[in-house]
């Protein structure tokens, strides 16, 4: 069966390699609208910030296509997809025909039609989503004194992160009332702020932009309508934009294909139009959500090259849970589920510590004994445990204090590598256990790189590194040798 992949971002690489994994046989062609091969997104701001270097977060070796048979076209864009003839037509002006066609376009950023905004982007003014998109704003940054990031979501906190690690005075304008309003509460968003400032970086609240100011096609400043009229400006000489995302399925629309926010698919990952077009990653909508994480893009394509493979035809996507991580340096945060109940809510039990001077908050929002929610601001270190109480739905212990701190009640103990059970997931962005990373170490590996190449657990947020390590280090002492150690607990 010919397999056509439409984009080779961490959605459509991570699917032809999980596909490889089971059928080393099926013509495969990958397009890639990017010239370099597929790199980690997740780490971008890392790039940004300069203490990552670019070839650092490749996903893929760059010989890796031609030894596994995978026609890759990186740089080639598709321009229009053929339902009828099955057959997708690309920039290069071939026309190559499928009988899966598989769409993993992604998302793009979103920018507001604003004055300043309407021909295209003035000198200054960038989006931060690709490493192309790193790469200019790392040169424009070289010069540049004066940085306002537009935006005080995920990616913006990152851009804004990245950028004052290069020496820039950075301020980050955001319009809701605080910070990370998707994934944080008022009081989280406000000892975010709080960190933020204490590493040199302001922010406006509730600032509505207007538009940019710009001088012979450069932009000087934004500017921002006042709530009692008027307006004011803020000076800059770089302005990266991070308005949100769109799913792109400008191709999709354009060949028929049914969409919502982004391709409908049902549990096979099928367009409910045409069956022989799948949907993976930030371009698919299941069960009216789009996910805009890694992790759940990752599980889809593990499920689709089963699938397509023939070696599990009885896989579905049923959904998955969001889990947030932010991992930047001076700044960690895990944020998963509801997280906007307060204590006004009489159904719900609130769990909460608040040390706004060291950047600290935490909340367990808990219904009916079982973890609906959490944010772990500052200090994480019980976040590989709420995640398995969150993921599980599982039976809560009844000393809560354990949720927030390790070290304390049954929830910290059942957090370390002794009581963890083999099942207990460790990386959440690849899906590895506990079991995967023994078996692996059983087999030789030593370290966390041994680990990530053999099972890809650190691969993606990167949150779950110092977890493996402490899990192989656990096993040495448990036995050197390599041999089984002690009987799983449950």
């Known amino acids: ?10 959605a459509g690489s991570r699917f032809v390699g999980e596909l490889r994994s089971r059928d080393a046989a099926a013509p495969v062609t990958v397009f890639g609208a990017e ?31 031609a030894s596994h048979g995978v026609d890759a076209r990186l740089g080639v864009e598709v321009t229009r997809i053929d339902c009828a003839a099955k ?57 540049a004194r004066r940085a306002v990031v537009v935006g005080g979501g995920l990616l913006g906190i990152e851009a804004a ?54 001088a012979g096609g450069a932009v000087t400043g934004v500017e921002l309508a006042l709530p009692g009229g008027g307006t004011e400006t803020i000076g800059a000489d770089l302005v ?6 769109r799913p792109e399925v400008s191709l999709a629309r354009d060949a ?9 698919v049902d549990d096979e990952l099928r367009s409910v139009t045409d069956p022989s077009v799948r ?13 805009g994480l890694v992790a759940p893009a990752w599980e889809q394509a593990g499920v689709l090259a089963g699938l397509l493979a023939g070696t599990d035809p009885a896989a579905r996507f049923t959904g998955a849970r969001q889990i947030t991580r932010l991992k930047a340096a001076g700044i960690e945060l895990a944020s998963m589920g509801e997280t906007h109940f307060g204590d006004d809510d009489d159904d719900v039990e609130i769990v909460r510590f608040t040390d706004s001077t060291r950047g600290t908050y935490k909340k367990a929002v808990i219904r009916d004994g079982r973890l609906i929610g959490a944010i772990l601001l500052g200090e994480t270190s019980t976040a590989g445990t709420l995640t398995r109480l969150y993921d599980r739905a599982a039976p809560l212990p009844a000393e809560r204090l354990g949720l927030l701190f390790p070290g304390l009640g049954a929830a910290a103990e059942a957090g370390s590598p002794l009581r963890m059970p083999d099942a207990a997931t460790v990386c959440q962005c690849n899906n590895v256990s506990k079991g995967q990373i023994r078996a692996c170490w059983q087999a030789g590996a030593r370290t966390a790189a041994d680990a990530a190449r053999e099972t890809r657990a650190g691969t993606g947020c990167g949150s779950c590194r110092g977890t493996v390590e402490g899990i192989l280090a656990w096993l040495d002492e448990q036995d050197p040798a390599g041999a089984p150690d002690s009987v799983d607990v449950a």
Not at 87 to 95: F, I, L
Not at 240 to 245: A, F
Not at 257 to 263: E, P, Q, S, Y
Not at 280 to 291: L, W
């Open 1 to 10: 069966m010919s397999i056509v992949v439409v984009g080779n971002g961490m």
């Open 35 to 65: 010239t370099q091969r597929p790199y980690n997104r997740v780490l971008l701001s890392n790039v940004l910030a300069g203490v990552t270097r670019p070839d650092h977060i490749s996903l893929v070796d760059a010989a890796w296509y």
């Open 87 to 143: 057959a997708v037509h690309a920039s290069d002006g071939t026309v190559t025909p499928y009988e899966t066609l598989v769409l993993a376009t992604g998302s793009t950023a979103f920018i507001p039609p604003m004055p300043g905004l309407r021909d295209g982007l003035p000198l200054g003014a960038l989006v931060f989503r690709t490493l192309d998109d790193c790469h200019r704003i790392t040169e424009l940054a070289d010069t």
């Open 161 to 214: 992160r990245g950028l004052m690690g290069r020496g820039l005075d950075v301020t980050v304008l955001h319009l809701a009332g605080h910070l990370m309003e998707r994934q944080l509460d008022p009081a989280a968003g406000k000892v975010l702020a709080r960190t933020l400032a204490a590493l040199g970086i302001g922010t406006r609240l509730q600032a509505n932009v207007a538009g940019l100011r710009t």
């Open 240 to 245: 990266i934009l991070s308005c949100g995302v």
């Open 256 to 264: 028929g294909l049914a969409i919502g926010r982004a391709v409908i």
């Open 279 to 291: 949907a993976i990653g930030e371009c698919s909508e299941h069960r009216d959500e789009v996910y």
